[in-house]
T-cell receptor, first 115, second 112 residues
Framework: GAGVSQSPRYKVAKRGQDVALRCDPI?????LFWYQQALGQGPEFLTY????????KSGLPSDRFFAERPEGSVSTLKIQRTQQEDSAVYLC?????????????FGSGTRLTVV | KQEVTQIPAALSVPEGENLVLNCSFT??????LQWFRQDPGKGLTSLLL?????REQTSGRLNASLDKSSGRSTLYIAASQPGDSATYLC???????????FGAGTQVVVTP
């Protein structure tokens, strides 16, 4: 597609519920990032994929967070047993191979509210 | 650990004035620096990307400078318009994969 698409745009989950957030990157983009943005803050890195390989997951807050990109295109961020502190906007970004020269395109994000 | 700071946190100017937004970072070993715009409830829109070997980039009314040795970047927006109202974020990459470290942003309001 023309841009990075994320779904759903909004998600309300009851505490303890599992959620799955989807990211459709720009076709052909090799690199894919997930970021978490709390209200009034800049985005914080969660995890990075190069094609289907998850090369860095150092930003995942706990083992309740899991991300995958099995075929090197669509990615899913899963949060198990959601907690109130998980409430945030989750942003996905993708880039061609040479990301340091071309930068990243961000999706509009998924706003997760845990009640 | 890389720390990115943006000053001021908020800024309000009358239409037509020039905007000056500051970004500082603690580790000068960066690959690039990127300025983004974020509208309420929206994702990030890339404005300018400056490679570590560059001193500045320009696009229309926007100009961004980079002084890597002092760990500073400045975004200038000339002749501001109400449509420029948004939060502006700067981010640096410190690895070849392009992982960003973001500042907290400067919230800009341009009044008609």
């Amino acid at each position: 597609g023309a841009g990075v698409s994320q779904s759903p745009r909004y998600k309300v989950a009851k505490r303890g519920q599992d959620v799955a957030l989807r990211c459709d990157p720009i076709s052909g983009h090799v690199s894919l990032f997930w970021y978490q943005q709390a209200l009034g803050q800049g985005p914080e890195f969660l995890t990075y994929f190069q094609n289907e390989a998850q090369l860095d997951k150092s930003g995942l807050p706990s083992d309740r967070f899991f991300a995958e990109r099995p075929e090197g295109s669509v990615s899913t961020l899963k949060i198990q047993r959601t907690q109130q502190e998980d409430s945030a906007v989750y942003l996905c970004a993708s880039s061609p191979w040479d990301s340091t020269n071309y930068g990243y395109t961000f999706g509009s994000g998924t706003r997760l509210t845990v009640v | 650990k890389q720390e990115v700071t943006q000053i001021p946190a908020a800024l309000s100017v009358p239409e037509g004035e020039n905007l000056v937004l500051n970004c500082s970072f603690t580790d000068s070993a960066i690959y690039n620096l990127q300025w983004f715009r974020q509208d309420p409830g929206k994702g990030l829109t890339s404005l300018l990307l400056i490679q570590s070997s560059q001193r500045e980039q320009t696009s229309g009314r926007l100009n961004a400078s980079l002084d890597k040795s002092s760990g500073r970047s400045t975004l200038y927006i000339a002749a501001s318009q109400p449509g420029d109202s948004a939060t502006y974020l700067c981010a640096v990459t410190t690895d070849s994969w392009g992982k960003f470290q973001f500042g907290a942003g400067t919230q800009v309001v341009v009044t008609p």
